[in-house]
Nanobody
Framework: QVQLVESGGGLVQPGGSLRLSCQASGIAFNLYIMSWYRQAPGKQRGLVASITSGASTNYADSVKGRFTISRDNAKNTVYLQMNSLKPEETAVYSC????????WGQGNQVTLSS
């Protein structure tokens, strides 16, 4: 059974930091392109960042320089380090894995509030 289990979300003040984790099981994790998406209330889900099996990264323009995606293949885990968070980045953050098939995590709420 394939599972992508996210953790690390929560409430944070604007300007603060959070690190999201997504641990995969049931897949050959090292072969997968792993991504983080987010969906804010009333908006479409959009790509935040992705990382290939070779650790090449790609970021949405809005997060470049503030967010960092990384992976630990030994732990089957992908991370998203988010710094200098903005109020408009309140959203459900989901991890996504793609190789021959694709899989989604359950989503993790990140709320920006002072």
């Amino acid at each position: 059974q394939v599972q992508l289990v996210e953790s690390g979300g929560g409430l944070v003040q604007p300007g603060g930091s959070l690190r999201l984790s997504c641990q995969a099981s049931g897949i050959a994790f090292n072969l997968y392109i792993m991504s983080w998406y987010r969906q804010a209330p009333g908006k479409q889900r959009g790509l935040v960042a992705s990382i290939t099996s070779g650790a090449s990264t790609n970021y949405a323009d809005s997060v470049k320089g503030r967010f960092t995606i990384s992976r630990d293949n030994a732990k089957n885990t992908v991370y998203l380090q988010m710094n200098s968070l903005k109020p408009e980045e309140t959203a459900v953050y989901s991890c996504y894995g793609r190789w021959k098939k694709d899989y989604w995590g359950q989503g993790n709420q990140v709320t920006l509030s002072s």
